[in-house]
């Protein structure tokens, strides 16, 4: 199985909502990704997980917020969003400790309104 | 600065053509360098992952190459398929200790493949 799975697929939320983005793969692998992807551009690294533990942290807003509660899930919870951050969230993993190949799950296109 | 450029942007082939993507990348430690293809609103799939000592890998249709001399790698797409349409982004890895490995895109070439 080398499928990641995100949801939901499509989430619509207001400024004020408090929602969560899951993850889930089964692969094995020990370290996962959220990326954020708007329109006709490329995915941007958000945090990185690696063993449960947050290993990267690319100065994202504290509105966004990831739990890893075990190896196989990945959460980022959304509190106080702002229009602007309306796009598509990846998610990824890969085999830790190494360049090794990351894989993609489809994505949550995510608006808020 | 790790960077990765691709050209062109965006191009229109007719079916059964073929046609030839680039990527120039300044990236340190190299790693490996993957293609992906990502249809619209969708996550990207892996097409070739390749290593410093690897010049030309393939994948059905798809060939990509990597000189890590220059820098620069192509992806060379036979005889297209409407179902090519898509971006086709060039990603650098670079490892960071035992985190993983993080990624560097391309801003993606955008493939139309028209009947």
């Known amino acids: 199985d080398t499928e990641v799975t995100q949801t939901p697929k499509h989430l619509v939320m207001g400024m004020t909502n408090k929602k969560s983005l899951k993850c889930e793969q089964h692969m094995g692998h020990r370290a996962m990704y959220w990326y954020k992807q708007k329109a006709k551009k490329p995915p941007e690294l958000m945090f990185v997980y690696s063993y449960e533990k947050l290993s990267i942290n690319e100065s994202v807003p504290s509105r966004f917020s990831p739990e890893c509660p075990n190896s196989s899930l990945l959460n980022l919870h959304l509190h106080a969003l702002q229009p602007e951050d309306s796009a598509l969230y990846l998610c990824a993993s890969s085999q830790s400790g190494g360049p090794y190949e990351q894989y993609f799950g489809p994505g949550t296109r995510l608006t808020v309104t | 600065k790790n960077q990765v450029e691709q050209s062109p942007q965006s191009l229109i082939i007719l079916e059964g053509k073929n046609c030839t993507l680039q990527?120039?990348?300044?990236?340190?430690?190299?790693?490996?360098l993957r293609w992906y293809k990502q249809d619209t609103g969708r996550g990207p799939v892996s097409l070739t992952i390749?290593?410093?000592?690897?010049n030309t890998k393939s994948n059905g249709r798809y060939t990509a190459t990597l000189d890590a001399d220059t820098k620069q790698s192509s992806l060379h797409i036979t005889a297209s398929q409407l179902s090519d349409s898509a971006s086709y982004i060039c990603?650098?890895?670079?490892?960071?200790?035992?985190?993983?490995?993080?990624?560097?895109f391309g801003g993606g070439t955008r493939v139309l493949v028209k009947p």
């Open positions: 990603v650098v890895s670079a490892q960071v200790g035992a985190a993983g490995n993080k990624l560097t």
């Open positions: 390749m290593t410093f000592s690897e």
């Open positions: 990527c120039n990348y300044t990236v340190s430690p190299f790693s490996n």
